[in-house]
């Protein structure tokens, strides 16, 4: 009982600050920023993402009357702009029929867009409004209409979105009425900044610091975390029997890895705009985590040591490692923190947004609050050693754990696999093959070996791992050089109707030798420079499922019973002028083929009317 309560006076401490800071946080109007959350305190309705207004200003000399959408968000959310690419949902203004008005063009939005691009969409331009937006368009009213009893009703299809999450699409809809409009002066600002720039009040900070202190506290128990907070508690047994000061300083260790996490995350914030967890929209830094949850994986299966006092410890290495070291408890910090960024905990959504509007101090505040939020308990059993004694006794349970967490990050690996694209998949089980054999050929070089050959156990594991690495991704990396389209049927019939020349490679995942042909003989620049000179048509029919579809053309049509197959309809020809390749080809063959088909008619007429001499004077 005595050992419980130092925690039960910490708790009462935290308690206490918690009730501070919520009543504090409950006496906003319009609730707190992060998100209706009452702290228990009572209740505060949540402030909407997003509010429309709408009115229309008088003809004034030469310029029409005008229509002004209005949008103003909360700090963090944006929407996208009219003229965004999908896949992001791009907005739209609604209007109702009525005979009362007519639009005299489309809608400009003051101030523009900001735009970036976005990893996730393979660096698509993403076009975003924050703060305020308004749309406006010229409009007529029809002869008679009395403006002042006119009312244009209508409504904003948008998305509204914050760094973290999206809220389904839906209308907003409004009701506008004659007004004085809005002056462009006012509207057009810089991209990003709110029409009104408030100052940030006490209360709301505090509010916000209170979300971010909890929110990282729950970190904690996120299942992205789980794994290596597990091997956190087994240095915990270890330490059962430390000095005070040495438990301590060692959990300051871990908290300091994490700071450090946080503070690199606060400048990325402050500095380059860049949102809690935007690393992993990254694909080289999704590949680099893979990887390193991979081997960490393997060491705690024991096929190999990590060469890091205290970070692992198992089989014959053991002895050496049963002591969790300075680097070793910094190194957990560090990939505890890392490994937290895909997670969204309660409240760490809406305060991670907030710091987009906010100055770098600000930024800084917010990620070091949730450093903090998330070390505090191991703040408080670095103060109260005692509290670890209350652990199990360390024992053979010990291996068995570290074993089931090896699991749990194979589990991780499979999680990071979803986060990233289909086409990287090939290449990244390739590279994680050259690190399984890298840590096999490590872990079965004793420690006791002399160095020179340790030392070339580690050089050939590395060198091989590389290796691979560059062979998955130089070679089994699909990076498409062509415009392929998916092969149906009908859309050869389609195309062949229109004149066109058309390439359909017939291809499947399991066929090495259709892979190879890709790479190397059809999807080439080569090949590229030659299908847009003839306005061909390039198809790929996918047999991967053993489509019957496809393979009643292979059979019935093409007389052929298996792949690879590169099929060319010449333009204009007949059903059997088709011109086939099988087997393993050579981008000589292709281009010799797709010169024999011969180009479009559309390219054909192209070419001719740009060789025919004109009159002088006319005018292409």
């Known amino acids: 009982m005595q050992a419980l309560r130092p925690l039960a006076a ?45 009115q229309f200003g008088n003809a004034s000399g030469d310029e029409p009357a005008r ?38 063009g489309g809608f400009s939005a003051s101030p ?60 907003f809809p409004f009701v506008a009425e004659l007004g004085p409009g809005v002056p462009v002066a006012v509207v057009q600002q810089p991209a990003g900044e709110s029409a009104v ?35 956190k508690l087994l240095a915990f047994v270890e330490q059962s029997g430390e000095s005070r000061a040495r438990v301590f300083t060692l959990n300051l260790w871990y908290a300091a890895g994490l700071m450090v996490v946080f503070l690199a995350l606060a400048t990325l914030s402050a500095a380059f705009n860049m949102a809690w967890g935007e ?54 910090g560090v990939f505890t923190t890392i490994l937290a960024t895909p997670c969204t905990g309660p409240f760490l959504g809406p305060v991670f947004g907030f710091t987009l509007e906010q100055p770098a101090y600000v930024s800084y505040l917010i990620f070091g609050t949730v450093g903090l939020g998330m070390a505090s308990p191991y703040f408080v059993l670095g103060v109260f050693p005692e509290l670890i004694r209350l652990l199990p006794k360390p024992g053979a349970w010990m291996e068995t754990l570290k074993q089931v ?6 589990a991780t690996v499979v999680y990071l696999f979803t986060t990233m694209s289909e086409r990287y998949f090939v ?27 340790r030392r070339a156990a580690w050089i050939g594991g590395v060198l091989t791992a590389a290796a691979v690495g560059l062979f998955g991704f130089m070679v089994l990396l699909e990076d498409l050089k062509l415009p392929w389209q998916p092969f149906s049927p009908e859309a050869l019939r389609q195309a062949r109707a229109e004149g066109k020349t058309v390439m359909v490679d017939f291809t499947a995942d399991w066929c090495p030798n259709c892979k190879w042909n890709l790479k190397f003989a059809i999807d080439t620049e080569a090949v590229r420079r030659e299908v847009e000179k003839l306005g061909a048509i390039p198809m790929i029919a996918d047999w991967t499922d053993r489509s019957p579809v496809i393979k009643e053309v292979l059979t019935e049509e093409l007389k052929r019973q298996a792949i690879p197959v590169l099929a060319i309809w010449p333009a204009g020809g007949s059903d059997d002028e088709v011109i086939i390749l099988d087997g393993t080809l050579t981008q000589g063959q292709v281009l010799a083929a797709l010169e024999a088909a011969g180009p479009s008619q559309n390219a054909l007429a192209a070419a001719s009317q740009a060789t025919t001499p004109r009159p002088p004077g006319e005018r292409l």
């Not at 009730?19 to 920023?33: I, V």
């Not at 893979?290 to 994986?297: I, R, S």
């Not at 967490?405 to 194979?410: Q, Y």
């Open 279 to 332: 690393q992993f929209t990254l694909t080289w830094f999704k590949v680099a985590m893979t990887a390193l949850v991979f081997v960490m994986a393997l060491s705690f299966l024991g096929v190999w040591e990590i060469p890091i006092p205290g970070f692992v410890g198992s089989g014959k290495a053991g002895a050496l490692q049963t002591k969790e070291g300075a680097t070793g408890s910094f190194s957990k």
């Open 405 to 410: 967490m090896g699991f749990l990050l194979l």
């Open 427 to 453: 290449p990244t089980l390739a590279l994680l093959v050259g690190l399984w054999f890298a840590c096999w050929l490590v872990g079965r070089t004793p420690l006791t070996a002399p160095a020179s050959r």
């Open 112 to 171: 523009p867009a900001e735009e970036k691009p976005e990893p996730a969409f393979d660096n698509l331009i993403v076009q975003s409004h924050y703060g305020s937006v308004v749309w406006h368009a010229p409009i007529e009213l029809a002869p008679g209409v009395d403006p002042s009893t006119l009312q244009i009703s209508g409504a904003v299809f948008a998305q509204v979105c914050d760094p973290n999450t999206c809220l389904p699409p839906e209308e």
């Open 197 to 231: 720039a408030a100052p940030l009040s006490t209360e709301v900070l505090s509010a916000m610091l209170l979300g971010a202190f909890l929110g990282g506290l729950i970190l904690n128990l996120m299942p992205c975390v789980l794994p290596v907070i597990s091997l």
């Open 10 to 54: 910490a708790w009462l401490v935290l308690i206490s600050l918690v009730m501070f800071l919520g009543r504090a946080s409950a006496q906003f109007e319009d609730g707190p920023p992060f998100g209706g959350f009452d702290g228990g305190f009572g209740a505060v309705a949540a402030e909407p993402a997003v509010r429309v207004s709408a």
């Open 67 to 104: 229509l002004f959408v209005t949008a103003t968000l909360k700090p963090g959310w944006h929407v996208y702009a009219t003229t965004q690419s999908p896949p992001p949902v791009a907005t739209e203004i609604r209007l109702e029929t009525a005979s009362t008005y007519r639009l005299l």
